[in-house]
């Protein structure tokens, strides 16, 4: 999928998550596993947790076109990160060699 952000896009390879994969998302797996995608039905100022997470990863909320509408990283065993604003998706980038650039487009060059 392709992602937007500050009027510029990447391409972000993503996993769209079941229902049952939206209670555990990337709880207890490792920092090469795949990107995440979860969507919603209605707009939603969406909570995750680290828990059972055991590395950092960016949560990344979209909106329907895909726009970033706020991202965070989220360090391992947080109790609650929120979004600043109501999106349709989530994606969970586990910040690793693979998504370097889809993090350094985020954040910046060298800013993690």
Same mark, same amino acid.
């Given at each position: 999928?392709?992602?937007?952000?500050?009027?510029?896009?990447?391409?972000?390879?993503?996993?769209?998550?079941?229902?049952?994969?939206?209670?555990?998302?990337?709880?207890?797996?490792?920092?090469?596993?795949?990107?995440?995608?979860?969507?919603?039905?209605?707009? #939603?100022?969406?909570?995750?947790?680290?828990?059972? =997470?055991?590395?950092?990863?960016?949560?990344?909320?979209?909106?329907? #076109?895909?726009? =970033?509408?706020?991202?965070?990283? =989220?360090?391992?065993?947080?109790?609650? =990160?929120?979004?600043?604003?109501?999106?349709?998706?989530?994606?969970?980038?586990?910040?690793?060699?693979?998504?370097?650039?889809?993090?350094?487009?985020?954040?910046?060059?060298?800013?993690?």
């Amino acid at each position: 999928m392709k992602i937007y952000f500050n009027s510029k896009g990447i391409t972000v390879p993503v996993k769209k998550v079941s229902e049952f994969g939206k209670f555990s998302g990337l709880m207890f797996k490792g920092k090469n596993t795949e990107n995440l995608l979860f969507e919603f039905r209605n707009w #939603k100022t969406a909570g995750i947790h680290s828990f059972f =997470v055991f590395f950092s990863f960016a949560a990344v909320w979209l909106d329907k #076109k895909n726009n =970033v509408v706020d991202f965070e990283v =989220v360090r391992p065993f947080r109790f609650l =990160v929120n979004s600043k604003k109501p999106s349709t998706k989530l994606v969970e980038l586990p910040i690793n060699y693979e998504n370097r650039e889809i993090i350094e487009f985020l954040v910046g060059k060298g800013k993690i």
